[in-house]
């Protein structure tokens, strides 16, 4: 396999260009000076090894030139069809991929989607991520700044709502979606016409141009909106025994996802009800499928309030390099604990390990944070809220925990035991005798105040005493770095998601922040050449 080997000398066209390239677009710039040290023979072998199980030379393009051509997709937002373009009009392009003066594009636009799904298939995106986090460490350690090349690192993670790239349906659409996707591939399969099969699987609503205009009915009306449920859950199941009856395996196998789909749909929907009849659930299921394009999107907050559709992204951050060292994603009904996982592992991939750790208080359950202490480090958060939402009664704050003898007493002195994770009722008689009362509870007579103690509270307690100095405050501030990477990336990428499902969005990801890894190292470099002048 042909490998990467361009110039590393510049030529007189090449310094002309590198000369404008300062301040807009510096990235380019950086690129062709530094694609040497980013692609150097490790990292090739790494990208070549992606071809061995096909066998070496099914691939005339060098790897690492498709590699450099993603990030530059990334880094101006280009899509593939954009890119080849791109690679044949814009001098940038030209200058980082060595092809200055070229008359023909050096790649496809069938070649980078191929690529892509190589580098995603192979985890070649991570390891894009960790080259990139080396060459910054590198950078910092020729620079003398030895000690903050520690292996056990200060890092801080966080998370950013991504919305998903699918279109978001109510269970009538996506069960009528679902179903006109099946007939498209019957008919294509069996090359009969659509309008003949609908018919005969007795589905003929979905020969309408919507199922809601092919319904016709008053949707405010609640008898006329349970007879349209009725009759599409009565259409796409008898679709459904069609294709059962009618198709063997082997036919229904490209059917299989739209099937399964149908299935889910209706079991996370649609309920039966006393009477017999088909009716939507009440509630919303807890995994809820709510896009028939990609079927990993779901709800998700942002606070009580604010609700978004799609993924989360998360991102753990060298505090000290301001480097990403590690991404990953999760569809948005998930809690934020299950992304710091994989940030972890990631991590630990490197050779490296965390020593302080910087969290959200959503993450705190999280068992990186039970790690992090285990081996003796250090974890820095908000505590959660001690104060009493009505501000005239009495918070948690007020109260006395005591760990060691699992006591809490009142400000009346009243004091009982706990167990940690457990909610502790004060006695009622107590209470109902209590001249604080008023300032207390607003529980009903004949019930005492109630204060839930956390199965965390000791670390609880800790995070409260941070917050409570202000050289613990200016500690818990350490953490607006990662807040600072992550509206970065928003920047980068925007807040909707370019690809579908969660391992697309990853990639994504991961090399936007590869690109932001490499800006810092850029503008290190900027930093040391100003000093030296
Ligand atoms: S109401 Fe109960 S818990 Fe509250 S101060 Fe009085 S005795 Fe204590």
Known sequence: MERWKPPVATTKQEDMLLKRLTRVRALFGFLRRCRHELFDDAFQEQLEAMYRDTGAGDEPIAPALLCMVMLLQGYVRASDAEAVELSLVDMRWQLVLGCLGATEPPFSQGALQKFRERMIDHEMDRALLEKTVSLVRAGAASKGEADTLKKALRVAIDSRPLVGAGRVEDTI???????????????????????????????????????KAGLDLDWSDPKQKATGVEIVERQVSSLQLWVERHLDDVVTRPLQPYLDALTQVKTQDIETSPQGRAQIRQGVAADRRISVADPEMRHGRKSKSKRFDGFKEHIGCDLDLRVILACSVTPANRPEEEGALPLQEDIHRQGLSIAELFIDRAYVNSPVVQDVLEAKGEVFSKPWNQRHRNPLLFGKIDFKIDLATQTITCPAGEVESFEPGETVQFNPEACGACSLRAKCTLAAAGRGRTVSISADEALQKRFQALQQTSSGRATLRHRTAVEHALAHIAARKGSHARYLGVRKNLFDLRRAAAIQNLEVRSQDLTQQAKVST
């Open 173 to 211: 659409n996506l069960l009528g979606h679902t179903a006109r996707i099946i007939v498209q591939i019957v008919s294509k399969l069996t090359e009969r016409n659509p309008e003949e099969l609908c018919r005969e699987a007795g589905a003929p609503l979905l020969l309408a141009p919507s199922i």
